[in-house]
């Protein structure tokens, strides 16, 4: 039989690229310097034809044939995380969950897990800390059933036997970047090595209908393999984000096979671990300033839920030829262009002036509908002139200066209204959609010169 052979092939780090030369710049990706080498053995094609199992490994099966009894989903104990994850976990499917180093993936897992071992027997695998570390942030989050077991076990074949024989009903894995195969050479972390524990731990997934939580660290240098590399093996793909400075964290759905995307689920970290902040905007517009121009609230549907938050602008006279414009938690491109929009069909002499726009709170947000919040933002510190802090606005601006319906209109004035808002500066547009305006005024505009004519 013809033997494996070992080859030396380079992956670029950030999405997984293979390639059999070092290359500068990923095709795959476009990110340069992301290549590394790693030998991986090839089987010869003799090897690959012999099929396991007999016959009945090829049976078919109809579509009303399929159970569903054991398919229904389980819920995390974490409203938030269950939104974000279509309406709770599937039996059987691989979640990623990603995010920066100390962001707060081991403690919301752990956490996960207390809640799900309650009812089921759980398996929390770890590659990073020792038993006693993490016994020491069980401690903080508080008591523990003995549903949960622990393990501290790095090589894929162990945790393979150690699955099989518990066989527990969800799995969490932390990190997959500290998981190895002895059947690859190159170092955990690497691509082929991330690949190939993944591709062992959904077929366990798959094969005993478990679910497997898979945490994967976020690197800029490429150092490890980034999660990107196993975005497309696994079902389900959250990243958890926050300012590591601010207290508050934002899990986000960017891939979901079994539910929506662009879910998000607010937390908030404190000493006895995460706590889940049931309605973001009244956090978000903590802290308000009154009064003062350049502050304006806004609106943005992060997937089915709309959110509001303060949107800071701050304009002054530039000292330099070009004007210094910062965005901080929006695009910049898009603050570009707006403050052309405000030049050209406002007729404000902006454009030689520095501008900075934050979002407050330090979450990022890039609906178009924050468009006519930047512009009110941007006008009202040009002109000095404090908006009404009982009004919100949401609508998107078009180059000519025009104010664009945005969808989801009712839901907004909904939350605006909940939270005791009594104007909504919203597209003209949007107006005929509106079911249910009882208790706060609409003001419908057309275009930008209409809507920064109500900042008085
Ligand atoms: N006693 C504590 N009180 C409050 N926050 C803490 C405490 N201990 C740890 N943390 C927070 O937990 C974070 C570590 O979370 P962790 O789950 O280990 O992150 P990750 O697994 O994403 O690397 C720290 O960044 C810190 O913010
Ligand atoms: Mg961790």
């Known amino acids: 039989m013809a033997k494996a052979k070992k080859v030396t092939v380079y992956f670029c780090q950030s999405c997984g690229y293979e390639s059999s030369k070092w290359m500068g710049q990923c095709p795959g990706c ?15 094609a003799g090897q690959l034809k ?17 159970d569903m009894q054991s398919k229904q989903r389980m819920g995390t104990g974490f409203g938030e995380l269950d939104r974000v994850l279509g309406g709770g976990i599937v039996p059987g499917s691989l979640v990623l969950v990603g995010g920066d180093p100390g962001i707060g993936k081991s403690t919301l897992l752990l956490q996960v897990c207390r809640n799900l071992a309650e009812t089921m027997e759980v398996l929390y695998i770890s590659g990073e800390e020792s038993l006693q570390q993490i016994k020491m942030r069980a401690q903080r989050i508080g008591q523990f059933s003995d549903g949960l077991k622990l393990f501290c076990e790095t090589g894929v074949e162990r945790i393979e036997q150690v699955v099989e024989r518990q066989k527990p009903q969800a799995v969490i894995i932390d990190s997959i970047q500290t998981i190895y195969s002895e059947e690859i050479s190159s170092a955990p972390g690497s691509v082929s090595q991330v690949r190939e524990t993944t591709g062992r731990l959904l077929r366990i997934a798959k094969g005993m209908e478990i679910t497997i939580f898979i945490v994967g660290h976020v690197t800029k240098e490429g150092v490890v393999a980034g999660p990107r590399v196993l975005e497309h093996m696994v079902d389900t793909v959250l990243y958890f984000e926050g300012d590591r400075h601010a207290s508050y964290r934002v899990l986000r759905g960017v891939k ?65 030829g070009i004007p210094r414009r910062t965005a901080a938690g929006t695009d910049l491109n898009r603050v570009n262009l707006l403050v052309a929009v405000l030049e050209k069909r406002a007729g404000m002499s902006i454009s ?5 726009v934050n979002i407050a709170g330090g979450i990022r947000m890039n609906e178009p509908a924050m468009d006519l919040g930047i512009v009110m933002a941007l006008a009202s510190s040009y002109r000095e002139k404090a908006i009404d802090e009982k009004t919100i606005c949401f609508g998107e601006v078009g180059l000519s200066g025009e104010v664009r319906a945005v969808n989801m209109a009712q839901q907004r004035v909904t ?36 809507a920064i004519r109500q900042i008085g």
């Not at 990110?31 to 010869?44: D, G, H, Q, R």
């Not at 978000?284 to 800071?312: D, F, H, W, Y």
């Not at 030689?352 to 900075?356: E, G, I, N, Q, T």
Request: aromatic letters at 6%; charged letters at 25%; hydrophobic letters at 35%.
């Open 256 to 320: 979901n096979r079994f539910g929506s995307t662009n879910e998000i689920g607010v937390f908030e970290m404190r000493e006895s671990g995460l706590m889940e902040v049931k309605n973001p905007s009244e956090f978000m517009l903590n802290g308000k300033p009154k009064g003062a121009s350049g502050s304006v609230v806004a609106c943005s549907m992060e997937g089915t839920r709309p959110v509001l938050v303060e949107i800071q602008a701050l304009v002054c006279h530039s000292n330099f």
């Open 415 to 450: 939350e605006a209204k909940k939270l005791g808002f009594e104007t909504c500066i919203l597209p003209k547009v949007s107006i005929p959609g509106l079911t249910d305006t009882k208790g706060i005024r609409i003001v419908g505009v057309g275009n930008i010169g209409e």
């Open 352 to 356: 030689a002036c520095d501008a900075y």
């Open 50 to 66: 012999a099929a396991p199992g007999g016959t009945e490994e090829l049976k078919t099966t109809r579509i009303s044939e399929i």
């Open 30 to 44: 476009r990110e340069w310097n992301t290549f590394v080498e790693e030998s991986i053995e090839k089987k010869a």
